[in-house]
């Protein structure tokens, strides 16, 4: 049976950014295979991300921006982003790239198949791929099986879906000089719906209807939704679809579990979407994605193990777990709250809120200013949840 130092199951956004921090660090020389069932060519998806540090993946950047855009029926703003960055990546410009810095390298391999099963052992797992055994001394894991989809009914459970088009128009339609970032113009229908358009430049944008719901929607209910924004809000009437992305990630509060097994000396580390790096009341994970690969390296290189990492802020926790309660009971009320933040705080207090860096104190001061009821009637609620997530433990 083969063996490697690191099997990383799943060849996606985690299991890349953390192969691809592996073989920046001191434990290049070990032996890594990447496991996926697809071949990573396609451009799947688009990664947006804000920043305000160099990060290993600013030459693959497709645009910048230095200014946001906001918007919904009461209101418009640009908001300057001062320190910070938002940044594009094509997913097939970050496959490329990694394909190509990790396949220099004689001892990382790219395995093409199905992860049927990981079995944990002693000092090492078992990975089932097509049904052939390879064994990692570390295994991590960011593929989709049926366990990841359990849900507790403790705490809140969505769907977050995307649906994208990149779009060439026939005259110039786009203000290249700012991304949307929220634009709720778009009827909510008991659910919290916006846009967000990336403008590369006059002719061409990415236009992505993103929506957080309990229920799965009809294909044609995104095209309606999509044709209705870009023909009433954007006043586009001629444009030719060049590009198509879509996907629905489940979003709970619900705890992941970094140990992927009962041993308490377990070898399976979740990672991705599958070990929560997803931020449930955004959807973004792109720069918790790179935190944490940079974490778990540091952490091998230091205990010999990857488990010693930050745990997630418990009053983070909490404030996504409000923020997924408005979402699920009071879906409307989201947009005036993201108005309000934006409005009424700094970019830069509003990021290192969504960053999770920003203090006790900051937080304080961020949520007196956005409406206090929605957020009083969530925190009881998830208040009582809680309560019985102790009674059931
Ligand atoms: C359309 C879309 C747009 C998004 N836009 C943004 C954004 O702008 N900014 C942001 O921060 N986040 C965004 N996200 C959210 C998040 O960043 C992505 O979902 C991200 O790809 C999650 O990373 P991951 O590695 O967990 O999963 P993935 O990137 O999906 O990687 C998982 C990999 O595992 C493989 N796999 C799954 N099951 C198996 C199996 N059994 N055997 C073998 N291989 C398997 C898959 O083929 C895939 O390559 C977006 C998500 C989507 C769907």
Redesign the pocket.
């Known amino acids: 049976m083969p063996n490697y130092d690191f099997v990383i199951?799943?060849?996606?956004?985690?299991?890349l950014s953390l192969a691809i921090q592996l073989i920046n660090s001191p434990l290049r020389d070990r032996s890594i295979v990447i496991?996926?069932?697809?071949a990573?060519t396609r451009n799947?998806?688009?990664?947006?991300?804000w920043s305000d540090h160099p990060t290993l993946f600013d030459g693959i950047t497709c645009r910048t921006w230095d200014q946001l855009h906001l918007a919904s029926w009461t209101g418009e703003m640009r908001v300057p982003l001062r320190r910070y960055r938002y940044r594009?990546i094509r997913?097939s410009d970050f496959y490329e790239y990694a394909r190509h810095e990790l396949l220099q390298l004689p001892h990382v391999t790219w395995l093409r198949?199905?992860?049927?099963a990981i079995e944990d052992g002693g000092d090492s797992a078992r990975v089932s791929?097509n049904r052939e055994s390879i064994a990692g001394r570390w295994v991590f894991d960011?593929?989709?099986?049926q366990s990841n989809l359990l849900v507790d009914t403790r705490y809140h459970h969505l769907k977050l879906h995307?649906k994208?088009w990149e779009i060439e128009t026939a005259q110039p339609a786009f203000d290249p000089s700012a991304a949307t970032f929220l634009d709720f113009r778009t009827p909510q229908n008991g659910a919290t719906r916006f846009f967000y358009v990336l403008p590369f430049d006059e002719r061409h944008a990415l236009v992505?209807y993103t929506l957080f719901s309990a229920l799965p929607l009809l294909p044609r209910e995104y095209e309606q939704a999509m044709q209705t924004y870009l023909r009433e809000v954007l006043k586009i009437d001629d444009y030719h679809i060049a590009r198509q992305?879509?996907?629905?990630?489940p979003i709970t509060d619900r705890p992941y579990l970094r140990r992927l097994s009962k041993r308490p000396d377990g070898h399976v580390m979740s990672?991705?979407?599958?070990g929560g790096?997803?931020k449930p009341s955004t959807?973004?994970?792109?720069?918790?994605?790179q935190a944490d690969s940079a974490a778990i390296v540091q952490s091998l290189l230091k205990h010999d193990q990857p488990f010693d990492i930050p745990e997630d802020s418990a009053r983070y926790r909490l404030y996504d777990s409000m923020l997924l309660d408005i979402m699920e009971r009071e879906p409307e009320r989201i947009q005036s709250i993201f108005a309000a933040l934006f409005k009424r705080n700094s970019i830069e207090h509003v990021l290192s809120f969504l960053d999770e860096q920003a203090s006790l104190a900051q937080n304080v001061h961020l949520f007196a200013t956005l409406p206090p009821l929605p957020f009083l009637q969530a925190m009881a609620r998830v208040g009582r949840s809680r309560e019985r997530v102790v009674e059931v433990a």
């Open positions: 199951a799943g060849g996606g956004l985690a299991g496991v996926d069932h697809d990573k799947d998806r688009t990664w947006s991300y594009t997913s198949g199905k992860v049927d791929v960011s593929t989709y099986r995307f994208g992505e992305e879509s996907g629905v990630i990672i991705g979407m599958r790096r997803i959807g973004f994970a792109f720069t918790r994605v």
